[in-house]
């Protein structure tokens, strides 16, 4: 599917695209070099004073918003299509209650109970609001409840909400104008955190995994948005159903369900669209276990997602010459951090040269490799944690001044990703346990990855990649 966007779409560039000539565009996720025809800058200037009219600037649009250097604004219907709201549950009735207070009674909702220990009280919460109720003796898990729901749906259009969620009302009808594009199968609203006083509630609202920011995208593997969760969603029905008109939600997996049918949409030319100017709130765990078992949990899907899209988890991605800046640093050898950015500046020279592209403002040799510090730094707390480990025994065993500028690299390479967050995000949290609180909570995903990994019996989430740019 790569047909135009519809008639009365507009198109709004996204901040990072950079255009540095009549006929030249950069940025996107990942970035990009788009060069337009004559019959492309009209379409352009088109896409500029208004909505599409015409199909070149559908064409156009359609570019652009599938590299990420522009994103859709649908119109607005005045009737929204009718939508059936499928809330998966177990045993929390509490939550459902709440959840369903908040949802109000706009649309027809089925509530699928997952083998609860109380299924009468999971009943008596939906029939007081009017919701249909789906009963699994036991527990079959998210994904199979989900398709039992997409089951009993009947309308063009479903959207999935967890129990624990706190819709703001009109939610699905803001979200729903994204899925007037035939090729959109499924569009995300950003998942707010709800919780309570204390470090661990402001950790949680300053970084929750079912946060995906604040920056809208086009959502696909391999790029900044590489999944949202379905915590809430709103879909296109028959999007959901293969040929055979079987549930699009892998039973089998009980972690990693909504990660593994975003992509196996895209496969099939569907794109899925993130919109963060739309929340729904999300209550967190109670407590710091439960909220680093829910990372754990996270983690132990990375293998099987991997066993099932080859290519599509590299844990790290990272070019010559800032991986050896990186190495040189953890070594604490300056010659080979040096060497390290001459490569990388020589790269981006060549690069630029070739396209041709001296004015465009490419990030400069030691920003590239300070992204890629960061990024090794996630990793290293994460699926690489016996590497950082062994860099502080390698540190320990080395004797000298070196020895502690391998222990200091080490400890500042663990240290990096949540000092980076606290920096951008700045929450109501002092740096110090933000940063504890992130490292634990890197930690228990990689430990998830890691028995997902052996679980599923596939090494490629551990597995770092180095690439080379062919300035494309």
Same mark, same amino acid.
Do not use: K
């Given at each position: 599917m790569t047909g135009p966007l519809p008639v009365g779409f507009r198109v709004e560039l996204d901040p990072s695209a950079d255009r540095l000539d009549e006929r030249t565009l950069c940025g996107g996720s990942?970035?990009?070099?788009?060069?337009?025809?004559?019959?492309?800058?009209?379409?352009? /200037?088109?896409?500029?004073?208004?909505?599409?009219?015409?199909?070149?600037?559908?064409?156009?649009?359609?570019?652009?918003?599938?590299?990420?250097?522009?994103?859709?604004?649908?119109?607005?219907?005045?009737?929204?299509?009718?939508?059936?709201?499928?809330?998966?549950?177990?045993?929390?009735?509490?939550?459902?209650?709440?959840?369903?207070?908040?949802?109000?009674?706009?649309?027809?909702?089925?509530?699928?109970?997952?083998?609860?220990?109380?299924?009468?009280?999971?009943?008596?919460?939906?029939g007081r609001y009017g919701a249909r109720v789906v009963r699994h003796e036991i527990d079959l898990g998210p994904a199979a409840a989900r398709n039992s729901g997409l089951a009993e749906v009947a309308s063009d259009y479903v959207a999935f909400l967890d129990s624990d969620c706190v819709p703001a009302p009109g939610w699905i009808e803001e979200l729903l104008p994204h899925l007037a594009d035939p090729e959109v199968a499924m569009v995300a609203p950003r998942i707010a955190p709800l919780a309570s006083a204390g470090a661990r509630g402001r950790y949680s609202r300053a970084h929750s995994c079912l946060d995906m920011g604040p920056r809208e995208g086009l959502v696909a593997a391999g790029t900044r948005l590489a999944y949202v969760p379905s915590a809430a969603l709103v879909a296109r029905r028959s999007a959901l159903l293969d040929a055979a008109g079987v549930p699009a939600f892998d039973p089998s997996l009980r972690q990693g369900e909504d990660v593994d049918l975003g992509w196996r949409?895209?496969?099939?030319?569907?794109?899925?669209?993130?919109?963060?100017?739309?929340?729904?709130?999300?209550?967190?765990?109670?407590?710091?276990?439960?909220?680093?078992?829910?990372?754990?949990?996270?983690?132990?899907?990375?293998?099987?997602?991997?066993?099932?899209?080859?290519?599509?988890?590299?844990?790290?991605?990272?070019?010559?010459?800032?991986?050896?800046?990186?190495?040189?640093?953890?070594?604490?050898?300056?010659?080979?951090?040096?060497?390290?950015? /001459?490569?990388?500046?020589?790269?981006?020279?060549?690069?630029?040269?070739?396209?041709?592209?001296?004015? %465009?403002?490419?990030?400069?040799?030691?920003?590239?490799?300070?992204?890629? %510090?960061?990024?090794?730094?996630?990793?290293?707390?994460?699926?690489?944690?016996?590497?950082?480990?062994?860099?502080?025994?390698?540190?320990?065993?080395?004797?000298?001044?070196?020895?502690?500028?391998?222990?200091?690299? /080490?400890?500042?390479?663990?240290?990096?990703?949540?000092?980076?967050? %606290?920096?951008?995000?700045?929450p109501d949290l002092d740096p110090v346990r933000f940063a504890a609180a992130h490292l634990a909570d890197d930690l228990a995903y990689g430990a998830g990855v890691w028995r997902g990994c052996r679980d599923a019996g596939t090494a490629e989430p551990l597995r770092p990649v180095l690439v080379r740019s062919k300035g494309r």
């Open positions: 990942p970035p990009r070099v788009l060069r337009l025809t004559r019959e492309g800058c009209e379409a352009l /200037a088109e896409l500029s004073r208004g909505p599409i009219a015409s199909a070149a600037a559908g064409r156009l649009a359609r570019r652009l918003t599938d590299a990420g250097l522009a994103h859709p604004r649908p119109p607005r219907s005045a009737t929204p299509a009718p939508v059936t709201v499928v809330i998966p549950v177990r045993d929390r009735a509490e939550m459902l209650d709440r959840c369903l207070a908040a949802l109000g009674c706009t649309h027809p909702v089925v509530v699928v109970d997952d083998g609860s220990q109380d299924p009468a009280r999971v009943a008596e919460v939906a949409l895209a496969e099939r030319g569907y794109r899925v669209r993130y919109e963060p100017a739309v929340t729904v709130g999300h209550v967190e765990p109670d407590s710091w276990r439960a909220l680093m078992a829910r990372r754990y949990r996270n983690g132990t899907s990375a293998g099987p997602l991997a066993a099932r899209h080859r290519g599509a988890l590299p844990p790290l991605v990272l070019a010559p010459g800032p991986a050896l800046t990186v190495a040189g640093a953890l070594a604490g050898s300056p010659l080979a951090a040096g060497a390290g950015l /001459a490569i990388t500046a020589a790269s981006r020279r060549r690069t630029l040269r070739r396209l041709g592209l001296t004015a %465009w403002a490419a990030p400069r040799p030691g920003r590239l490799c300070g992204q890629a %510090w960061v990024r090794t730094a996630a990793f290293a707390s994460q699926a690489g944690a016996p590497l950082a480990v062994g860099c502080l025994a390698i540190g320990a065993a080395v004797p000298g001044r070196r020895r502690w500028l391998r222990r200091i690299a /080490a400890v500042c390479l663990l240290a990096t990703p949540g000092v980076v967050e %606290w920096v951008r995000r700045r």
